[in-house]
Nanobody, 121 residues
Framework: QVQLVESGGGLVQAGGSLRLSCTAS????????MGWYRQAPGNERELVAR???????RYADSVKGRFTISRDNAKNTAYLQMNSLKSEDTAVYYC???????????????WGQGTQVTVSS
């Protein structure tokens, strides 16, 4: 039905930058919102950033001023620009999208496969 494909993770030195992307495809009628979550070993999965259909955004306090979420509606794609990376940003990052399917009125949450971000000190 719907697939979210992530890319852009990798290894970077502290202070460096990465940009993650997440593209949704499939039987999509509309995307209500998209977001990025992360999970480090021993920690709960936490919200990093989210962007709504009207482009309003919210961020975790720990990433405010360093990360920026954006979206390209024509491409069903969300991005996460990560600057001034710190070792504590090391985690698996997961894309999430709230999507209304074609032929159905229901809205479902879909998750990407996860991409590893490792920040070395």
């Amino acid at each position: 039905q719907v697939q979210l494909v992530e890319s852009g993770g990798g290894l970077v030195q502290a202070g460096g930058s990465l940009r993650l992307s997440c593209t949704a495809s499939g039987s999509i009628f509309s995307i209500n919102g998209m977001g990025w979550y992360r999970q480090a070993p021993g920690n709960e999965r936490e919200l990093v950033a989210r962007i709504s259909s009207d482009d309003s955004t919210r961020y975790a306090d720990s990433v405010k001023g360093r990360f920026t979420i954006s979206r390209d509606n024509a491409k069903n794609t969300a991005y996460l620009q990560m600057n001034s990376l710190k070792s504590e940003d090391t985690a698996v990052y997961y894309c999430n999208a709230a999507i209304q399917l074609r032929w159905r009125g229901n809205i479902f949450n879909f998750w990407g496969q996860g991409t590893q971000v490792t920040v070395s000190s």
